[in-house]
């Protein structure tokens, strides 16, 4: 639909695990981001990619790291996570982020951690 | 002071109805402006930009106020598939980050 997609869309995992989350946008974008979506709160931004360059970590912990081995993919790689981690984690894309702003979500990997 | 600051709401309106939802912003550098809109456990969709001269979209009218940085989206003739959260989406001084309010939430009912 939208033509971001995101795998798994619901995970549940424990603390002690690793698990990686997978964006693929077939848009022709240059640009690709992580979000972090808990209840009441605002869409919070995670990283950002431009061209495969990292251009902005908002100071996300550690546990999380962000992958992007190309312009249509992006991973993110969970760790030793912690139950307020729960939330969901939205990919988007954008033409250029310098100059297009309209971002595009994938549908989110709803996540649980136990 | 919030980025971005939207009443949450709900409104609840009847079928047919207009309503205005209203969405202020601290930056006074942001150049960039959208409504968003969100579907229970669905992911954000873009409705659409906001541009200086204000816009219009069907049933769906944008305005941007700079002097007092608000940004309104007007809804006429609601039907019950507008029922959703709608985004206040605006873009930092940073260049690549959007900030996002966190929603009004609309209820049509019949």
């Known amino acids: 639909e939208t033509g971001v997609t995101q795998t798994p869309r619901h995970l549940v995992m424990g603390m002690t695990n690793k698990k990686s989350l997978k964006c693929e946008q077939h848009?022709?974008?240059?640009?690709m981001y992580w979000y972090k979506q808990s209840a009441k709160k605002p869409l919070e931004l995670m990283f950002v990619?431009?061209?495969?360059?990292?251009?902005e970590n908002n100071s996300v912990p550690s546990r999380f790291s962000p992958e992007c081995p190309n312009s249509s993919h992006l991973f993110l790689h969970l760790h030793t996570l912690q139950p307020e981690d729960s939330a969901l984690y939205l990919c988007?894309?954008?033409?250029?982020?310098?100059?297009?702003?309209?971002?595009?979500f994938g549908p989110g990997t709803r996540l649980t951690v136990t | 002071r919030k980025e971005v600051e939207q009443d949450p709401g709900p409104f609840n309106v009847p079928e047919g109805a207009t309503v205005a939802f209203n969405c202020t912003y601290s930056?006074?550098?942001?150049?960039?402006f959208f409504w968003y809109r969100q579907d229970c456990r669905k992911e954000p969709k873009l409705l659409m930009s906001?541009?200086?001269s204000g816009n219009e979209d069907g049933r769906f009218t944008a305005q941007l106020n700079r002097a007092s940085q608000y940004i309104s989206l007007l809804i006429r003739d609601s039907k019950l598939s507008d029922s959703a959260t709608y985004l206040c989406?605006?873009?930092?001084?940073?260049?690549?980050?959007?900030?996002f309010g966190k929603g009004t939430s609309l209820l049509v009912t019949p």
């Open positions: 988007a894309s954008s033409q250029d982020p310098r100059t297009s702003y309209e971002q595009y």
């Open positions: 848009l022709g974008h240059n640009a």
């Open positions: 990619y431009s061209l495969e360059e990292r251009v």
């Open positions: 930056n006074s550098a942001s150049q960039s």
């Open positions: 906001v541009y200086s």
């Open positions: 989406v605006v873009n930092s001084d940073a260049g690549y980050a959007l900030n």
